[in-house]
Nanobody
Framework: QVQLVESGGGLVQPGGSLRLSCAASGSIRSINVMGWYRQAPGKQRELVANITSGGSTSYADSVKGRFTISRDNAKNTVYLQMNSLKSEDTAVYYC????????????????WGEGTLVTVSS
């Protein structure tokens, strides 16, 4: 089994910054992609950004130039640096790792964290 644990959410004023972290633990053999999704009240969950083990990144248009995703492969940890935050960034942010290979498990599996709330408000 693999667990994803997020941290770093909270309340921030518009224009402020937050850094989210997500650490994967367990019998991990390999994780290629790690990413962040978010879900605002009354809206569908949407992809924010993801990063491969080789460092290739992709971002939602709404966060390009403001958010930066990074990763420490040795620690199986992914980060999301969020700058110039707007009220519309308010959401629960979920860490996501698809197709994780685990020791002793034949099939790769997708994992989600429990989410961390980010509130942007004055």
């Amino acid at each position: 089994q693999v667990q994803l644990v997020e941290s770093g959410g909270g309340l921030v004023q518009p224009g402020g910054s937050l850094r989210l972290s997500c650490a994967a633990s367990g019998s991990i053999r390999s994780i290629n992609v790690m990413g962040w999704y978010r879900q605002a009240p009354g809206k569908q969950r949407e992809l924010v950004a993801n990063i491969t083990s080789g460092g290739s990144t992709s971002y939602a248009d709404s966060v390009k130039g403001r958010f930066t995703i990074s990763r420490d492969n040795a620690k199986n940890t992914v980060y999301l640096q969020m700058n110039s935050l707007k009220s519309e960034d308010t959401a629960v942010y979920y860490c996501y790792a698809p197709a994780v290979r685990s020791w002793g498990v034949l099939r790769s599996m997708d994992y989600w964290g429990e989410g961390t709330l980010v509130t942007v408000s004055s």
